[in-house]
């Protein structure tokens, strides 16, 4: 007969609220473990559960040896080594659900408890979004309570006052927690974001036809753009990132990634100024927050030649490529810089001079031939034939409008019939299908121009943004990646056409909705108001926004600004050592102090010190106290003491006022009407000790109180 859900036990409850916390710990890896694991993973912890609800016996240590081996031969099979971030995730992980198969003692609580603290590190190594920061924070309150539960051993103490004692700890560690996070000296990788975390922008150094359509349903934050002052209009918000001018017939590359960005002994203030182009139309003075991208091309908006990190501790160094910025090194961590552009600004570098401006004619030999006849009649005809590449560009825009193409996120370009894939995508694009994404334009544009020789390059980046109405930033998802195109006129210069303008200007013209992509959305949510959608995503962004700049991005140059501020003129490490230090240590000792004051304290009653009153005065005149009575002795002690001394035969009087009065005070204080007897026992304790005062005098012996301290 299965045991009532009601005769629960108390290690069966501890049990299930132990198992639910590891749960939520392990929760945002799932998508990052293999199959197997978050399968192994959560046939454990159910098989635990189901074993701490029926009270049954635990599994035999031969199941967990056989449990051990296999997570240990899979975890080697599939990441092809036990070491290693992910590797280490995956074992922990199942170690974790694996110890909880033998949770029998208090010690076993603990060490799951220790290994649920370590998961809970791991979930920042793949991010440190504020979302799962507040659920990693409900989840540490979770492991101390059970810690608090494993202490508690008597009775069964509620799980709410469990979370009630971890959360008092919690907010007791928030001053030590914050002197660490401003005052702990930030050494090397130690406070940066991992290498290989973070969210990527998609841009690469390579695209091939179909894959930034892929980018398109990628919704998460690329970057947020402050602007100083005047906005550039929607059409204008073009950010640059990789120009590709190297095309194999499959890929387009960037010979910049092939090139040495930063001569040796080359700074950003002296490789900027290098054919600086002339600045051109309004001047627009923003700062950007890129996202980590793993790239060195930064995107800004297309026309900058000035850009610098922001003031928050970057130390990024960058370098201008004709329009384009290159960092030194990979960007893995989230940067700003203030930047200015010129909405005017060509690159006016020209292609003939330079060897590898060359490739920018280049074609690939026995590829795509169909479209590169059909560039060769084009250009033929009566009014193109001696037509420079400006009216070049104007004619195949023209003919983008009228040819009946359409603009599509889905084009399909995988094989035709399932076997090999097509080896001309251009001509597939151009001649056939006429549907495709943002590249297949700019990629057939470029061929065909380079086809009817004239040099042209596609060019990568994001196009448009969104307004937040929150912060008042520009948010640039990256659903907004775009590629375009650039060709050399001999007259202006580089000069950037974006043909899918011509087939969907409003990808170009007109700001992103709220809801881009409604099928993408989950059933029960597409019927939300789209104003109640754009609403939530504007204060969470604003909240991720704030979160990353003010705590994330927390850099030692801003630590030795605070120091600066506090008065010191040139702090360095050890300053911060010895400041946090300090006041680690002042903390400590106000800690201690405090517990002393809240140390338990036997209560005192009401007759305390009158009683301690009459002690004293009875001392004072020479009297001796009541034998094994601690201070004050009670007052009919004191009156039997009297009675047996000696000077109460040479004092018989005084001898009997003082015992008579000293048993009505013992009777008042045992008597059951107390409601005067605060009055009754002041009067008689003045009596008393009046009455020890003529003892003194009497006795010859000068009354003075003497100074003790009670016992007990």
């Known amino acids: 007969m299965s045991r009532p859900r009601t005769s629960l036990s108390r290690d069966g409850r501890d049990t299930l609220w132990l198992l639910a916390v590891i749960t939520v710990c392990i929760l945002p890896h799932l998508g990052r473990l293999p199959i197997w694991c978050s399968v192994g993973t959560g046939l454990a912890i159910a098989w635990r559960a189901w074993l701490a609800w029926r009270d049954a016996p635990l599994p035999p240590r031969w199941v967990l040896v056989l449990a051990l081996i296999a997570?240990?031969?899979?975890?080697?099979?599939?990441?092809?080594?036990?070491?290693?971030?992910?590797?280490?995730?995956?074992?922990?992980?199942?170690?974790?659900?694996?110890?909880?198969?033998?949770?029998?003692?208090?010690?076993?609580?603990?060490?799951?408890?220790?290994?649920?603290?370590?998961?809970?590190?791991?979930?920042?190594?793949?991010?440190?979004?504020?979302?799962?920061?507040?659920?990693?924070?409900?989840?540490?309150?979770?492991?101390?309570?059970?810690?608090?539960?494993?202490?508690?051993?008597?009775?069964?103490?509620?799980?709410?006052?469990?979370?009630?004692?971890?959360?008092?700890?919690?907010?007791?560690?928030?001053?030590?927690?914050?002197?660490?996070?401003?005052?702990?000296?930030?050494?090397?990788?130690?406070?940066?974001?991992?290498?290989?975390?973070?969210?990527?922008?998609?841009?690469?150094?390579?695209?091939?036809?179909?894959?930034?359509?892929?980018?398109?349903?990628?919704?998460?934050?690329?970057?947020r753009v402050r602007f100083l002052g005047a906005t550039p209009l929607h059409h204008e918000m073009y950010f640059r990132g990789p120009v590709l001018d190297r095309f194999d017939g499959k890929h387009w590359t960037s010979s910049a990634a092939l090139r040495q960005p930063f001569p040796m002994g080359a700074t950003a203030a002296t490789t900027s100024q290098i054919d600086a182009p002339e600045a051109l139309g309004r001047q627009i003075n923003y700062q950007l927050t890129l996202e980590p991208n793993r790239l060195r091309t930064v995107p800004l908006l297309d026309g900058t030649l000035v850009a610098k990190p922001a003031a928050n501790g970057s130390t990024t160094t960058l370098q201008r490529d004709g329009l384009s910025w290159h960092a030194r090194a990979p960007l893995t961590e989230r940067t700003q810089v203030d930047a200015s552009a010129w909405m005017g600004t060509r690159d006016t570098l020209d292609p003939r001079t330079r060897e590898t401006g060359l490739g920018n004619l280049a074609l690939p030999l026995g590829h795509n031939p169909r479209t590169l006849a059909w560039a060769a009649q084009w250009r033929e005809r009566g009014n193109l034939k001696e037509a420079d590449a400006d009216a070049l560009a104007q004619s195949l825009l023209s003919h983008i409008r009228q040819g009946g193409f359409s603009y599509t996120l889905a084009p399909n370009d995988g094989p035709g019939d399932g076997s090999e894939p097509r080896p001309h995508p251009i001509?597939?694009?151009?001649?056939?299908?006429?549907?495709?994404?943002?590249?297949?334009?700019?990629?057939?544009?470029?061929?065909?121009?380079?086809?009817?020789?004239?040099?042209?390059?596609?060019?990568?980046?994001?196009?448009?943004?969104?307004?937040?109405?929150?912060?008042?930033?520009?948010?640039?998802?990256?659903?907004?990646?775009?590629?375009?195109?650039?060709?050399?006129?001999?007259?202006?210069?580089?000069?950037?056409?974006?043909?899918?303008?011509?087939?969907?200007?409003?990808?170009?013209?007109?700001?992103?909705?709220?809801?881009?992509?409604?099928?993408?959305?989950?059933?029960?949510?597409?019927?939300?108001?789209?104003?109640?959608?754009?609403?939530?995503?504007?204060?969470?962004?604003?909240?991720?926004?704030?979160?990353?700049?003010?705590?994330?991005?927390?850099?030692?140059?801003?630590?030795?600004?605070?120091?600066?501020?506090?008065?010191?003129?040139?702090?360095?490490?050890?300053?911060?050592?010895?400041?946090?230090?300090?006041?680690?240590?002042?903390?400590?000792?106000?800690?201690?102090?405090?517990?002393?004051?809240?140390?338990?304290?036997?209560?005192?009653?009401?007759?305390?010190?009158?009683?301690?009153?009459?002690?004293?005065?009875?001392?004072?005149?020479?009297?001796?106290?009541?034998?094994?009575?601690?201070?004050?002795?009670?007052?009919?002690?004191?009156?039997?003491?009297?009675?047996?001394?000696?000077?109460?035969?040479?004092?018989?009087?005084?001898?009997?006022?003082?015992?008579?009065?000293?048993?009505?005070?013992?009777?008042?204080r045992y008597a059951p009407e107390q409601a005067r007897a605060r009055q009754q026992r002041q009067a008689l304790v003045k009596e008393v000790t009046k009455l020890a005062a003529q003892w003194a005098s009497q006795s010859g012996r000068p009354h003075t109180t003497p100074v003790m301290r009670p016992r007990g």
């Open 427 to 668: 001509d597939r694009f151009w001649l056939d299908r006429k549907t495709g994404f943002c590249e297949h334009y700019a990629t057939a544009f470029v061929v065909i121009l380079r086809a009817m020789n004239v040099p042209a390059r596609v060019v990568t980046g994001f196009q448009g943004a969104e307004v937040n109405p929150v912060d008042g930033l520009h948010v640039v998802r990256n659903s907004d990646a775009h590629a375009w195109a650039e060709y050399w006129s001999v007259q202006r210069g580089w000069v950037r056409i974006d043909p899918t303008a011509a087939v969907a200007p409003n990808r170009i013209d007109r700001p992103r909705p709220p809801i881009r992509y409604p099928e993408q959305l989950p059933p029960a949510l597409r019927g939300l108001d789209p104003a109640f959608w754009s609403g939530l995503r504007a204060y969470t962004d604003a909240a991720n926004h704030r979160w990353n700049v003010w705590v994330l991005q927390y850099s030692r140059q801003q630590q030795m600004s605070l120091l600066r501020d506090w008065g010191f003129e040139s702090p360095d490490w050890v300053t911060l050592v010895r400041m946090c230090a300090g006041i680690v240590g002042a903390l400590a000792i106000a800690g201690l102090l405090w517990l002393w004051l809240q140390r338990p304290r036997k209560g005192r009653s009401p007759w305390h010190a009158p009683l301690m009153k009459v002690h004293r005065a009875l001392l004072a005149a020479g009297l001796k106290a009541p034998i094994d009575c601690p201070a004050p002795a009670p007052a009919l002690n004191w009156a039997s003491a009297i009675e047996r001394q000696a000077p109460s035969r040479r004092h018989p009087e005084l001898a009997l006022a003082l015992i008579e009065r000293l048993q009505r005070l013992d009777a008042l």
């Open 71 to 223: 997570a240990t031969g899979l975890t080697l099979f599939t990441h092809q080594s036990i070491f290693g971030r992910q590797a280490g995730v995956t074992l922990v992980t199942l170690l974790t659900a694996l110890k909880t198969l033998e949770l029998r003692a208090r010690r076993d609580a603990f060490v799951v408890t220790s290994l649920g603290f370590f998961l809970v590190l791991t979930q920042f190594l793949h991010s440190q979004a504020i979302g799962l920061a507040a659920l990693m924070l409900v989840a540490t309150l979770g492991l101390l309570s059970s810690l608090v539960l494993a202490q508690r051993q008597q009775g069964r103490p509620p799980i709410t006052a469990a979370v009630g004692a971890a959360a008092r700890c919690m907010v007791m560690g928030v001053p030590v927690m914050l002197a660490l996070y401003l005052l702990f000296p930030r050494f090397g990788p130690l406070w940066s974001a991992p290498s290989d975390s973070g969210p990527r922008t998609g841009l690469s150094d390579r695209i091939e036809l179909g894959e930034m359509s892929e980018l398109a349903l990628d919704d998460s934050v690329a970057m």
